[in-house]
């Protein structure tokens, strides 16, 4: 996230430490307005990024490559990758996931996009039937917009931590909402399931 100035300087009246704690609070607000301005501009961009990213490493068929490309990006570390790695082994062999998740969870040094999709796969518990296999790969993916958060350039950069486990939760639910929904969809009229109207 962007810093305030170095040289910037406070209105009349402000002394307290206080008033500096109100400031600092008052600039990550504004601050977190520029970076969704900022992202939702060039929503495209990060999307088109992240498919671009991922169609690459999907084509090798290695879960490790998913995760090895958000080291750079998303701050995965060696250590997070061999335990996510891990952890993808039991959810796709449908194993128990509890220690494993605990285990990433509890290591003080995990980097947060490993705890958060640590969590994501033992504790989000949507109220549908979920795969979750389904629920991994959407956590993996969805920080992948990370990628195009570290390529920008401009004076607004989104904080990258943040847009990556933004990003795992969000892919994480729809991923694992979308089947849900789209069963329901099919269970009435696409005109009404379209239909904006109150009622």
């Not at 406070?10 to 601050?31: L, N, P, Q, R």
């Not at 690459?56 to 995760?67: K, M, N, P, S, T």
Request: negative net charge; proline residues 4%; aromatic residues 8%.
């Amino acid at each position: 996230m962007t810093q305030p100035p170095d040289d910037l300087v406070f209105e009349e009246g402000w002394g307290t430490a206080m008033d500096a704690v109100t400031f600092e609070s008052k600039w990550k607000s504004i601050m977190s307005e520029i970076e969704a301005v900022s992202i939702s501009r060039d929503a495209a961009d990060y999307f088109r990024t992240a498919a671009n990213y991922i169609a690459e490493d999907a084509a090798i068929r290695r879960f490790r490559y998913h995760l090895l490309r958000l080291t750079a990006s998303a701050g995965l570390t060696d250590k997070d990758v061999e335990e996510l790695g891990e952890l993808g082994r039991l959810v796709f062999r449908e194993d128990r996931t509890t220690d494993q998740t605990a285990r990433i969870a509890q290591r003080t040094d995990a980097s947060p996009l490993a705890v958060t999709i640590a969590k994501v796969v033992e504790e989000g518990t949507p109220p549908w039937p979920a795969d979750p296999k389904a629920t991994l790969l959407g956590a993996v993916l969805g920080a992948y917009i990370s990628l195009r958060a570290l390529s920008d350039a401009s004076g607004s950069r989104p904080d990258v931590t943040l847009v990556a486990t933004s990003g795992a939760v969000a892919g994480a639910l729809a991923t694992s909402a979308s089947t849900f929904v789209m069963g329901n969809i099919k269970q009435t009229s696409l005109d009404d399931y379209l239909d904006v109207r109150e009622g």
